[in-house]
């Protein structure tokens, strides 16, 4: 794929599924849904769903309207190919893209209201996560 047809998807973490074979007890398995810091050797299997895909090119744009701090996180996407983006990111991001909700021409504004949907939804419950990857 060229890079005028790269696109970036996002992801979102909605549930994990558990590998009933692996044994775990019950009063250790909320720790083994936090474990995909140290892989997925407990049995938690990520099931990701698509929340929004866009040409690359219209992402740079998107990027662009962005505040200083929020922007160069999600520019990690342009040098990395993919980015996480977790709890630790919401009170960073969740205000810039609050502004493009409200003030942004379409399409950023209408991404910019899901992205924001995303963040307070991990807010909410921070073993949410979404991955963000640039597809060539």
């Known amino acids: ?8 998807m996002f992801w979102t973490l909605r549930q994990k599924f ?13 720790v ?11 049995g938690v ?12 090119a219209d992402y740079e744009r998107w990027l662009a309207l962005l ?12 040098t990395f190919g993919e980015i996480i983006i977790d709890a630790s990111h919401v ?5 810039a893209f ?9 399409p950023w504004r209408g991404w910019s209201q899901l992205i924001l949907q995303q963040l307070q939804d991990i807010a909410g419950e921070p073993a949410i996560y979404l991955m963000v990857r640039r597809l060539d």
């Open 32 to 42: 083994m849904y936090y474990s995909l810091a140290i892989g997925h050797h407990v």
């Open 98 to 106: 609050a502004k493009l909700a409200e003030d942004a021409d379409d």
């Open 18 to 30: 558990v590998d009933d074979s692996v044994n775990v007890e019950e009063k250790s398995r909320q």
């Open 67 to 78: 505040e200083d701090g929020a922007r160069k996180k999600m520019q990690g996407l342009l």
């Open 45 to 56: 299997i990520d099931c990701l769903n698509v929340v929004l895909e866009c040409p690359l």
């Open 91 to 95: 009170n960073k991001l969740a205000p």
């Open 1 to 8: 794929m060229s890079e005028q047809g790269s696109k970036v």
